[in-house]
């Protein structure tokens, strides 16, 4: 019966149908009067099977005289097709005589004796039970009248299953007390064991002789359904599917069930689809509300989102109980989209359902991933409304709240630092400091652009001292906030605000009211980003009265007001100007006497500045080499040769081949492909000599 299986929770099905195979071969002729009783008794229900070929019809067998010949190839092709039954048999032999359903044999006298066990009819002995349980006991067939020992275990029908090989075949119908008894061990495993479990005992069914059933079918089916195996058994479940079919039975409902469950997990739509249009247009079995949970989670974890959240809503609006489980797959796929608009409504149909998180609805870990889905895609309205609702403020007498991990709450911080929301950043604040997590740059940089965004400046800034009073370095991008809130409105007033809120630190008597440089420097650069390089040097000319030391980065902004603000600001339409050389240089003399060493963003500033002079640029060249120098392993970051590049072909240089040459040296093929018909254009031809 069983066809080879997946690796699935490691079910030797292929050795199972190899045995059963084997057996089904050496099985033995039987009698007319055994393949009479096996049609009779054993033969599955006509409304589950297919119409019987008219040579297996009990009226054209006679009980008394029959024709052997065509009664064992009738019973050999019947028996061929019990693929199920597998069993380790002795050798055939006539030792074992039928004593099944009132067959007959002959006795030492010559007469017919009906020895039927099972007929109710014969004459009660003393010593066996009235009531056809497990522990009937027998009068001993050597003809003693002994009785056996108290308590001894004496078989009973539910212990007699027959000899299949040699011919006696025992009954498979729920009449027969030692099928009934296996039947009711495989339904106990179906619902309550492994399926490995199951199908152990369903080759030992086999092994009795017992015919395959539509019960056993569904019972195989059920166990490739267990939720601990997933879709992994689903291989298996479909050829045991096509095989009951074979075999004549009609796949029941639960059958159909169990394979909806099973596609609840499978990413095999097509099959999913094969076996739902079977289900509901041939047999017109339409699924339950756990089927219609699989069909929705299959949807699901094949991507058919749309079909599903249609699926989703058809079914609240009728008042149909959605699963716990469905909710949280709904969420989770609605967020692989980035749906969190989606996701949001979602929730509110599960409180609905479900209830708040003070009773015992909607858990923790729900609005977990609903705040990891909103704070992923930096939803700030969605945070908000979780965070409020489940961590900030959770319901009066709710058992358990919701305790973001510090993945979580770092992607909550960033999420209110994007949106200038600094009361949000607080509050992630203050779980980070109950539960001492060091703090570092990108934690205080968000703070402070929570605030900057928020029109906040004075705390924006203080979240830069108080970074440096913990003593952590600041980076060239912390202050990046700031200099968007001051540059936002392209007015220059801001800056004029933002200069004396620093002048106002200063001449504070706080003491944790210090100028960070990180915030002058910010100033700087809102100042050069506006193209105002004259207020950035009055700026920088004040920074001994702020108490400022400048630093490496304070004189990059500065290179780059050099190149950028050629063209004054009241004039952006005007034709650029060449850099302001001079000042670089004098911007780089006074840098080297205040000792701060230059590092490849100060290169490539001067580099730029050299450049886009208008007739001498060799200093660009002096400033490359400096810089392999400065720059580990000298790999100068390719955009530096496209600078070049793009300068030497303006001028019809001969030198742009040996630099395309140093970028593809340098492992920037892709970028040095670009500037080869450059190359071919500048580059004169190569002399050929002839002699």
Not at 230 to 242: H, I, K, P, R, V
Not at 477 to 506: C, P, Q, R, W
Not at 515 to 540: I, P, T
Not at 652 to 674: F, I, N, P, Q, T
């Amino acid at each position: 019966m069983l066809r080879p299986a997946v690796n699935a929770v490691q079910v030797d099905c292929q050795s199972l149908l190899a045995t059963a195979r084997a057996v089904s071969r050496r099985r033995t002729v039987h009698t007319a009067r055994q393949l009479q009783q096996n049609q009779s008794n054993w033969a599955p229900p006509a409304s589950n099977r297919r119409p019987p070929n008219n040579n297996y019809n009990n009226n054209n067998v006679d009980s008394n005289n029959s024709n052997s010949r065509n009664s064992n190839a009738n019973l050999s092709d019947l028996s061929e097709s019990l693929a199920f039954l597998t069993s380790n048999r002795p050798p055939p032999g006539n030792r074992y005589q039928s004593r099944r359903n009132g067959n007959n044999y002959n006795n030492n006298n010559g007469g017919n004796r009906n020895i039927n066990p099972y007929n109710r009819n014969r004459r009660s002995d003393p010593l066996e039970t009235s009531d056809n349980q497990s522990f009937i006991r027998y009068r001993p067939f050597d003809g003693s009248s002994s009785r056996p020992p108290r308590n001894q275990y004496v078989p009973g029908p539910e212990d007699d299953h027959g000899d299949a090989v040699n011919g006696n075949v025992p009954l498979t119908t729920p009449t027969n007390p030692a099928y009934a008894k296996m039947l009711r061990k495989l339904l106990d495993l179906t619902n309550n064991s492994t399926p490995r479990e199951v199908f152990t005992h369903a080759k030992l069914m086999a092994s009795k002789g017992y015919a395959p059933t539509l019960e056993t079918y569904s019972c195989l089916i059920q166990a490739c359904a267990h939720p601990n195996v997933g879709c992994s058994m689903q291989e298996t479940a479909l050829s045991l599917f096509e095989e009951l079919k074979e075999e004549g039975y009609t796949p029941n409902s639960t059958i159909y069930h169990s394979l909806l469950k099973i596609f609840a997990s499978s990413p095999d739509y097509i099959s999913m689809e094969r076996v739902l249009k079977e289900m509901t247009g041939t047999y017109g079995i339409l699924p339950d509300v756990e089927g219609q949970q699989h069909i929705l989670r299959h949807y699901l974890t094949t991507g058919q989102l749309e079909r599903a959240m249609e699926m989703f809503y058809e079914r609240r609006a009728t008042g149909e109980k959605v699963h716990y489980n469905t909710y949280m797959e709904i969420i989770k796929a609605l967020g692989r989209v980035n749906e969190v608009e989606e996701a949001m409504r979602v929730m509110i149909e599960f409180q609905k359902e479900w209830g708040s998180i003070a009773g015992s609805g909607i858990q923790p870990i729900a609005w977990y991933e609903l705040l990891n889905i909103a704070a992923s895609n930096y939803h700030i309205d969605g945070v908000s409304y979780i965070w409020k609702k489940v961590v900030q403020s959770p319901p009066p007498g709710s058992r358990a709240t919701l305790n973001p991990d510090d993945g979580l709450c770092l992607k909550v911080l960033n999420t209110a630092a994007r949106h200038g929301n600094p009361d949000l950043a607080l509050e992630v604040f203050r779980i980070l400091t109950l539960r001492n997590v060091p703090f570092q740059e990108h934690h205080y940089a968000a703070l402070s652009a929570a605030y900057a965004r928020s029109g906040q400046l004075i705390p924006a800034f203080r979240a830069l001292t108080l970074m440096r009073n913990q003593g952590i370095a600041h980076t060239a991008t912390t202050a990046n906030a700031i200099i968007e809130a001051l540059t936002s409105s392209g007015k220059i007033e801001n800056v004029d605000s933002a200069y004396a809120t620093l002048k106002d630190f200063v001449a504070s008597s706080n003491d944790k009211e210090v100028v960070e440089v990180a915030g002058f420097n910010a100033v700087l650069a809102a100042c050069v980003k506006l193209k105002d390089l004259e207020r950035a040097l009055g700026v920088y000319a004040e920074c001994a009265a702020l108490s400022v030391a400048p630093n490496t980065e304070t004189f990059n902004i500065l290179f780059k007001g050099c190149l950028e603000c050629a063209t004054p600001s009241e004039t952006p339409d005007a034709t650029p100007t060449a850099p302001n050389k001079e000042l670089a240089m004098f911007l780089a003399n006074e840098m080297k006497e205040m000792g701060l060493q230059p590092d490849f963003v100060t290169y490539e500033e001067l580099l730029r500045v050299s450049l886009y002079q208008e007739e001498d640029y060799e200093d660009a060249f002096v400033y490359l080499e400096e810089m392999k120098e400065v720059i580990p392993g000298g790999k100068v970051r390719p955009m530096v040769y496209s600078w070049i590049a793009q300068r030497l072909e303006e001028k019809g240089d001969e030198r742009l081949g040996m630099v395309v040459e140093e970028m593809k040296g340098l492992g920037y093929e892709e970028e040095a492909k670009v500037w080869e018909e450059a190359v071919a254009r500048v580059a004169p031809p190569q002399l050929v000599y002839k002699d």
